[in-house]
């Protein structure tokens, strides 16, 4: 069982829409990561929330952390074909001596 | 901008033969990480040093896996006997501390015939 869900697994949109993608868990993190994975290459980090209602801009990307620090959403606006890649959360488990929690991911690829 | 290297970018290897992954993290990167991704999902974690020691390896196949940071700077993971389902990408990370976001190095590609 996977202790961080992310959803949608896969999700292929046209350029210029708005998505949403979701990870959630039923169990309380210190904080949240955010990565964006293209092929062939390692994750790259995005953003980090720790505080429980945080949201955080990157651009067109909004990141927002549960009030409970269970779940955590990314918001891309005017998706762009450079959006493509694999979206993953990584969630460090309150009190489990800072052990990273990975998400299997949500792929996303932005059709031109 | 600092970079986590990792070599080879690729590998071919032979079910039962041996294999090995070398990572140099971002210089003063304390943390060192080795995961294992299957291609479409989340990196899962093998083993975490923390300078030279290593402080999590729970997850590590210990019966054909090994992983040493000797110097507490590079690292090296080895796989004997390799099998068919080790075929995978595995990455390394470096963090200036446990606390600290995760540098990933662009990983090594293994495919076990």
């Known amino acids: 069982t996977q202790l961080l869900e992310q959803s949608p697994q896969f999700l292929s949109i046209q350029e210029g829409e708005n998505l949403t993608v979701y990870c959630n868990s039923s169990s309380v993190f210190s904080s949240l990561q955010w990565y964006r994975q293209e092929p062939g290459e390692g994750p790259v980090l995005l953003v980090t929330?720790?505080?429980g209602g945080e949201v955080k801009k990157l651009k067109r990307l909004t990141f927002q952390f549960g009030d409970a620090r269970k779940d955590s959403s990314l918001h891309i606006t005017a998706a762009q074909p450079g959006d493509t890649g694999l979206y993953l959360c990584?969630?460090?488990?309150?009190?489990?001596?800072?052990?990273?929690?990975w998400g299997a991911g949500t792929k996303l690829i932005i059709k031109p | 901008e600092a970079e986590v290297a990792q070599s080879p970018r690729y590998k071919i290897t032979e079910k039962s033969q041996a294999v090995a992954f070398w990572c140099d993290p971002i210089s003063g990167h304390a943390t060192l990480y080795w995961y294992r991704q299957i291609l479409g999902q989340g990196p899962e974690l093998l083993v975490q040093?923390?300078?030279?020691?290593?402080?999590?390896d729970s997850q590590l196949p210990k019966d054909r896996f090994s992983a040493e940071r000797l110097k507490g700077v590079d690292s090296t993971l080895k796989i004997q006997p390799a099998e068919l389902g080790d075929s995978a990408m595995y990455l390394c990370a470096s963090s200036l501390s446990s606390l600290s976001p995760l540098h990933f190095g662009n990983g090594t590609r293994l495919t076990v015939t």
């Open positions: 990584a969630g460090d488990l309150l009190d489990s001596n800072y052990q990273l929690i």
């Open positions: 040093f923390q300078d030279e020691s290593v402080v999590d």
């Open positions: 929330v720790v505080t």
